[in-house]
């Protein structure tokens, strides 16, 4: 025990020194080790499952888009190209099932909504007849007007969020009357979100951000106001890789990333602690 104390207060007396030195002398050794323990600790939610897919030569075209169904544990990837499968079958752990290349011409947009009783997915040049219950399409800058509007997504509290990709921002409407609740642009000022997706447990927004080949991830706002944005972290992809649509599955919270620069699909994990570098 009282080499402890001795051990304890010699390292007191250490860093007392170089409080004093660099206060007097302007020595950088204190500002370079709280450098050090500051930036070299930060939180990593992800990271990149390098054997999902167990084979990537499945990949043969320019992949667009995926979705996940969770409750069976299928992940569907939709791809562009001549003579070549366009939607692609995958187990949740990379193993290919299945192809198939008709009814299917140059798909945009993919969803999985299976149910205890049956299994469907629907892709954007497909197509179906709805009730239009509200509708926001204009040409604009304004609240509740678009350019380019790419991607949407539900939270719990029954709002929906939209990635209004040219006009750099996030625009937010309450699913039932399609009342405009807000918008975020705060996070966008290099490029507009691709994509949008929540966590399972609604704590994040995921985002993709095409030509910055960047995930970002949010914090996402309580029930009421939406307030601005936040970024949490991000992951930083290759240049050129291109993140053009993602989903999240419902059961794992893992990101399965459509990528039309790499033409392929890559699966995060969720990591889910605190990752400290230092001394590494």
């Known amino acids: 025990m009282a080499r402890f104390w001795v051990c304890a207060a010699g390292a007191g007396l250490f860093l007392a020194f170089l409080v004093l030195h660099s206060r007097f002398c302007g020595s950088p050794v204190l500002r370079n080790f709280a450098f050090q323990i500051s930036w070299r600790t930060e939180k990593i939610l992800y990271r990149l499952d390098v054997g999902w897919p167990k084979y990537s030569e499945y990949f043969t075209g320019t992949t667009f888009c995926v979705a996940v169904d969770s409750l069976n544990g299928l992940v569907y990837v939709a791809q562009r190209g001549d003579n070549i499968p366009k939607v692609l079958v995958f187990t949740e752990d990379g193993f290919f099932l299945r192809s198939w290349n008709y009814t299917v011409d140059t798909p945009h947009g993919i ?72 918008a975020w642009n705060n996070c966008f000022t290099e490029e507009g979100p691709s994509s949008v997706r929540f966590t399972p447990d609604g704590q994040y927004l995921i985002v993709a951000q095409l030509n910055l080949s960047r995930l970002s991830i949010l914090a996402a706002p309580p029930v009421g106001s939406i307030g601005d944005c936040s970024v949490v972290s991000t992951i930083q992809l290759a240049d050129q890789v291109l993140p053009h649509l993602l989903e999240v599955d419902r059961k794992t919270g893992a990101i399965y990333v459509a990528e039309i620069g790499a033409k392929q699909v890559q699966k995060y994990a969720p990591w889910n602690s605190y990752v400290s570098s230092f001394g590494s």
């Not at 997504?153 to 699913?175: C, E, M, P, Y």
């Open 111 to 182: 969803f999985a909504a299976s149910t205890l009783h049956e299994q469907s997915v629907w892709i954007t040049d497909v197509g179906s007849d709805f009730m239009i219950l509200w509708l926001h399409g204009e040409n604009g800058t304004g609240p509740a007007k678009f350019n380019i509007p790419h991607s949407v997504t539900l939270d719990s509290a029954g709002r929906v969020w939209v990635a209004d990709r040219g006009n750099k921002r996030i625009q937010v409407f309450d699913k039932d009357t399609g009342e405009w609740l807000g």
